[in-house]
């Protein structure tokens, strides 16, 4: 990361770009395009359809007509990017489509070919992640309207679920968006911490403990916009994953591609690069287990974002600074941020059990299948395969940790 250069609260626009952060949107795609060349229209036509097929049962028959295309026409992050997203959801629809007991272990190579190539030309797993879930997957209906309300944004591609997907969706969306003066006050810290400038790096504290708390308002939206029914027996399987996960021990078999089956986790927000970029800067300390978690999540997200978090826990240590410092004002900012990090992650934690331990019993309570037949294997399982509330307990708890006392 390059020193600033004098303009003291705007981060340098090349420190940025350098990890494929863009100033106003952060970690999102700036401007995903929409469309593909017309080359590509066998995937997109099937993509715009995708929760009709499903629900048709129609998608794996698609699936199986679709020509094998060539990759070498993508051109540039943004097609490639779309290309994922549209590929990585068309392979949950094939796995999943006839449910957790019904689902395929081999990916035909008509579709595991070009996945596998355009991940590789991304330097992503060939599968959904939360880099095509949420961050490559927004549009503006009216392209001149403003971002919010919420009304003005719908997902490029969507699955199964309705406007409790799109909801899921565009919540997550909404979180990465309020985290980007957060990710800018990142920088300004780290900046500030190499020039030692404590005036700085105080306002810099503020601004990231602001963020916070913004992201936290926009994850109580969840409430408005998801119904938890739907996200538990609807959802939440096509976002599952070949790794972890009994209904897949042994993975998936990409034909062309591998010999052997392949295991990859679910799409998670646990790989959304914000709360590990802020771990890093205020030095929270995670158990083995979570860190071991945590840190595979980051093979699931864009190079570059994961090259950003590396940097950050490279940089000099601010919590070494706040405690050989005199100065209680930069404590008392420091524990400010690290407050709004735990309100953060037991508000999310309150989301996830009316989202999942309560709609599991609610969902056995009602006829089978009256809405769909949630997953058995993700009963005490996320999408991303942890162990879902002794992790996110712990992680919380870790964090409370790096409360720094007076
Ligand atoms: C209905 C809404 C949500 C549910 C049910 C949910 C569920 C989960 C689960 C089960 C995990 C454990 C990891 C795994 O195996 O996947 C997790 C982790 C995580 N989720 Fe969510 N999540 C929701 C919304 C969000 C949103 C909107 C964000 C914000 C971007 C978010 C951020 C995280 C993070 C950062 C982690 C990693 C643990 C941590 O750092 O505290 N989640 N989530």
Redesign the pocket.
């Known amino acids: 990361m390059e020193a600033g250069d004098g303009k003291e609260e705007s981060p340098q626009p090349m420190g940025l770009s350098s990890f494929q952060l863009s100033e106003e949107y952060g970690f999102l795609l700036p401007k995903p395009l929409t469309e593909l060349p017309p080359p590509y229209s066998p995937w997109m036509d099937i993509a715009h359809e995708l929760p009709q097929l499903i629900a048709s049962h129609q998608l794996r028959a698609r699936i199986h007509q679709m020509p094998q295309l060539n990759t070498q026409h993508l051109q540039g992050r943004e097609e490639l990017h779309l290309a994922h997203l549209v590929l990585s959801f068309l392979t949950m629809g094939y796995v999943w489509q006839e449910g957790e007991e019904g689902s395929m272990k081999v990916l035909p190579r008509n579709l595991a070919v070009p996945f596998w190539e355009v991940s590789q030309a991304l330097g992503l797993p060939p599968i959904l992640t939360h880099a095509d879930f949420v961050l490559a997957n927004w549009r503006r209906k009216d392209p001149s309207g403003c971002w919010l309300p919420c009304r003005n944004l719908e997902p490029i591609i969507s699955l199964p679920g309705g406007e409790s997907l799109r909801g ?1 969706i565009l ?2 969306l909404l ?2 968006k309020a985290a980007v003066p957060g990710i800018k006050a990142t920088i300004q810290a780290i900046h500030a911490l190499q020039h030692l400038d404590d005036e700085r790096l105080h306002r810099a504290l503020q601004g990231l403990a602001a963020a916070i708390g913004d992201m936290d308002k926009a ?1 109580q939206r ?1 409430h408005d916009y ?1 119904d938890p029914a739907v ?1 538990y027996t609807v959802i939440r399987i096509f976002l599952s994953g070949w790794r972890d996960n009994t209904a897949m021990p042994h993975g998936l078999l990409y034909e062309g591609v591998s010999e052997q089956p392949m295991a990859f986790s679910g799409g ?3 790989q ?1 690069s ?2 590990h970029a802020f771990d890093e800067l205020l030095g929270i300390q995670h158990s083995q287990e979570s860190t071991t978690f ?1 840190h595979r999540m980051r093979d699931y997200m864009p190079p570059p974002h994961r090259a950003f978090i590396r940097d950050i826990s490279q940089a000099p240590s601010l919590r070494q600074h706040i405690l050989s410092s005199a100065d209680l004002r930069l404590r008392e900012a420091f524990n400010h941020c690290i407050t709004a990090l735990v309100d953060f ?1 037991s508000h ?1 934690i309150a ?2 059990t009316k ?2 331990a309560v709609a599991k019993v609610r969902a056995g309570q009602e006829e089978a299948g009256s809405i769909g037949k949630p997953p058995a294997a993700l009963e005490a ?6 162990h ?1 509330f002794i ?2 307990k712990s ?2 708890d870790s964090t409370r940790e790096g409360l720094i006392s007076a």
Not at 381 to 386: M, V
């Open positions: 899921f919540v997550t979180v990465e994850l969840m998801v996200f998670s927000a646990a959304s914000v709360l945590l992650r999310h989301i996830v989202y999942i399982k996320g999408t991303g395969g942890s879902i992790f996110l992680v919380r």
